[in-house]
């Protein structure tokens, strides 16, 4: 991170930053200024932050006098939460991505996909994907405003559902015939036992479903419905008689 420092710039005075331990930070402009940018670095030693650098301004008035001020800044690590997600899901429903190991503050999370405009905030995301394929996705991640945020990308991919509408041929029910895929029938709500891509009766009658999912993970559910239409009801023939009379 840059850590900007100043102090008023008065006449006759010389200015001249340092910085100890020198590989904790280093001034990335003119070190003879009254102002600069500290920019922090990770200490090559081993040791992991936080910990404490001393950055100290050395002023001379009129060529002789020289006051030194020293002031400290604490180094701390952003370390980014794991992102815990599955890497295929099924397209329309709701799919949890969340972390583990962050802040609780939501704000702190900022997220971004590749399918959607849309901006997150949280440590976790319930969302639905409606496009199949893959979706990539950045998490900002900022606990703390003063230090740059941590970036951590991810990706998944969005299985597209099965499809399950229902024909009527004759007697015959019918879905699409597809791969990889399993059938199961119900009449009215009540299971038939059936699991190919038709069905047949000689009585087709009620509300008939199918659903259609895949033989591995995810399943991915789809469900088709399709339901006889009632008769129109039957008209009864009234005889009407009557007399006419003229003036």
Known sequence: SIVPLSVPNQPNVTYEWTISPANAASVIDDHLSYSVDILTNHLSNGINPPYFVDVTLKRTYCGDIEVYETVQIEIIDIVPPTINCSTVVCQHEPTLISTIGGSSVSSAYTWQFSDTTLIFHGASVNRAFHHPGTVTFTLTYQPDPNCDPAIVTGSLYVRQLPVAVITRSGNTLSVPLQNNVNYDWYQNGNTLNWHTPSYTSNNINGTYC???????????????????????????????????TCN
Do not use: H, R
């Open 210 to 244: 199918c659903i259609v999912s895949y033989n591995d993970n995810p399943a991915c559910e789809a469900q088709g419905c399709y339901a006889e239409p009632t008769p129109p009801p039957s008209c009864d023939n009234i005889n009407v008689q009557y007399t006419k």
